[in-house]
């Protein structure tokens, strides 16, 4: 089968309507909408989401937010890396190699990646080459975090 291509997404009304067949929707994507709507942001502005469209549908999506370095609590040396989150593959469109697409999309971007592994979700997460950490509750606070680690890159502590 061919890869199928990963796109990042515009912030615009058309994404934001295409978001309510995910079953995270939430406030983040609410408040793009409000901002959307109150000129903050531009339409069609860079969003953190990234998506693979199957006939012009949009039918999976990821999210991922470069976090600064004075922030990381979890590689060594500390660095900047992404957070992963609402990787979401609709129903009926699971199992065709959609969700691995965007796990390589993010390492591709060649930086460590953390995510926080829910609905029992850590099956995937050992497929796609992550790990889990040691829980610290003080730093965790009740995730499940699972990271993923470029070469040269190690878990802190
Ligand atoms: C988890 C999810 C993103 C996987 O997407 P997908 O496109 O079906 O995954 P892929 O087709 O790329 O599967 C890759 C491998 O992981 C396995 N896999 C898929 N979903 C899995 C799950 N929930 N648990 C364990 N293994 C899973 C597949 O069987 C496949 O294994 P194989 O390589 O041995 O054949 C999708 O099931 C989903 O959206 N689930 C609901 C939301 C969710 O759980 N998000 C993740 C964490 S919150």
Known sequence: MSQPKVERLKINYKTLEEF??????GLQELSMLEDLQA????????????G????????????????????DRYFEPAQDYYELWKLEVLPQYRERDFGTAL?????SLGLP?????????????????????NYDPM???GENPFVWLPPGVQLRG
Not at 20 to 25: A, M, V
Not at 120 to 133: T, Y
């Open 139 to 141: 730093r965790d606070r």
């Open 39 to 50: 000129n903050i942001i531009e339409n069609d502005s860079n969003s953190p989401f990234y």
């Open 20 to 25: 309510q067949k995910f079953r995270e929707y």
């Open 52 to 71: 693979i469209y199957v006939d012009g549908n949009l039918v999976a999506r990821i999210s991922l937010y470069r976090i600064d370095a004075k922030y």
């Open 103 to 107: 796990v390589n999309h993010a390492k």
């Open 113 to 133: 990646i953390k995510t926080n592994a829910r609905c029992r979700s850590d099956e995937f997460w050992l497929k796609m080459g992550f790990q889990p950490v």
